[in-house]
């Protein structure tokens, strides 16, 4: 199994839908999450980290499940610039290193 | 505001050559990363160090080597570059503990 298993996708939706990505991880002693962000020929940006209560940063949610080892996305009212590839980013299990998924694409249609 | 740096945006090499690939990060982050990035395979580390002189090997450290004689400078050397090798690679830095990752723009590399 692999460490972090996401939806390569494309998941392709009207402008002002809800959209949501999932994403697995192996490893039940890791202990960080994130979510990156990539936009074509671009570097990773960080989306927000993931906390165990889950957290919202305005049109963006996220939430970690431990029971169920996944950690999740929800983009509400999107817009054509949310259209990118959304990475899944898990630690080592206390390392400081951390793996990423293979990322999620999404595309925002007018 | 801050900045990591690459030498290279684009880079092509012949099979057999020596190749550095030199990272530069202005955030006095302990931490410094190289990773590739493959379609279908995501991003993968090669190479971490948590200190100067300091480095431990990542999930696909075969056929690299890293340098890192001072704090802000991470560099990746491929002793003798392979078509294999041909990849996006992309530098990082972050503070201490599995905290957010500052990405370089990255060096298209190609081995002819």
């Known amino acids: 199994r692999k460490e972090v298993e996401q939806d390569p996708g494309p998941f392709n939706v009207p402008e002002g839908a809800t959209v949501a990505f999932n994403c697995t991880y192996s490893?039940?002693?890791?202990?960080?999450f994130f979510w990156y962000r990539q936009d074509c020929r671009k570097e990773p940006k960080l989306l927000m980290s993931?906390?165990?209560s889950g957290n919202e940063d305005g049109r963006f949610t996220a939430q970690l499940n431990r029971a169920s080892q996944y950690i999740s996305l929800l983009i509400r009212d999107s817009k054509l610039s949310d259209s990118a590839t959304y990475l899944c980013v898990v630690n080592k299990g206390g390392y400081q290193k951390v793996t990423f998924g293979i990322g999620t694409k999404l595309q925002v249609i007018p | 505001d801050v900045k990591v740096t690459q030498s290279s945006r684009y880079l092509v090499k012949r099979t057999g050559e020596k190749v550095f690939l030199e990272c530069v990060q202005d955030?006095?982050?302990?931490?410094m990363f190289w990773y590739r990035q493959d379609p279908g395979l995501g991003l993968r580390l090669i190479y971490f160090s948590y200190d100067v002189k300091m480095k431990e090997k990542g999930d696909i450290p075969e056929g690299y080597s890293v340098s890192r004689e001072k704090k802000e400078r991470f560099s990746l050397i491929l002793e003798s570059a392979s078509t294999n090798q041909t990849s996006m690679y992309l530098c990082?830095?972050?503070?201490?503990?599995?905290?957010?990752?500052?990405f370089g723009p990255g060096t298209r590399l190609t081995v002819t």
């Open positions: 955030m006095d982050h302990e931490n």
């Open positions: 490893n039940s002693a890791s202990q960080s």
């Open positions: 993931v906390y165990s």
């Open positions: 990082a830095s972050s503070l201490p503990g599995a905290s957010e990752q500052y």
